[in-house]
């Protein structure tokens, strides 16, 4: 069993940065990969970026390449997002959520933490 615990996220104005934050506990020795997504308002939830957990590689999607990174921290078993240049259509809900070896599923997902980005 996997908990997921988020943390940061709130209200920035276009241009500003934020960082989240997303704590794994449990069976922490079969991460795999973590990854963020996020879901604005009426629409589908979308995969934001991934990091593999034994060498750190990174997949972003087009519209945060160059704004967000992520990264983790392996020895608190943390990934983070730091967000910069906010836009706002960056505005949603974000999770995170983690997959576990040897599945290729995204197992468990973290409570979700609001980004509002205003004008």
């Known amino acids: 069993q996997m908990q997921l615990i988020q943390s940061g996220g709130g209200l920035a104005q276009a241009g500003g940065s934020l960082r989240l934050s997303c704590a794994a506990s449990?069976?922490?020795?079969?991460?795999?990969?973590m990854a963020w997504f996020r879901q604005a308002p009426g629409k589908n939830r979308e995969s934001v970026a991934s990091?593999?957990?034994?060498?750190?590689?990174?997949d972003y999607r087009n519209s945060v390449k160059d704004r967000f990174i992520i990264s983790r921290d392996s020895a608190k078993n943390t990934v983070y997002l730091q967000m910069n240049n906010l836009k706002p259509e960056d505005t949603a809900v974000y999770y995170c959520?983690?997959?576990?070896?040897?599945?290729?599923?995204?197992?468990?997902w973290g409570q979700g933490t609001q980004v509002t980005v205003s004008s």
């Open positions: 959520t983690i997959r576990l070896l040897p599945d290729s599923n995204w197992n468990y």
């Open positions: 449990g069976n922490t020795y079969a991460i795999k990969q």
């Open positions: 990091i593999v957990w034994h060498n750190g590689n990174a």
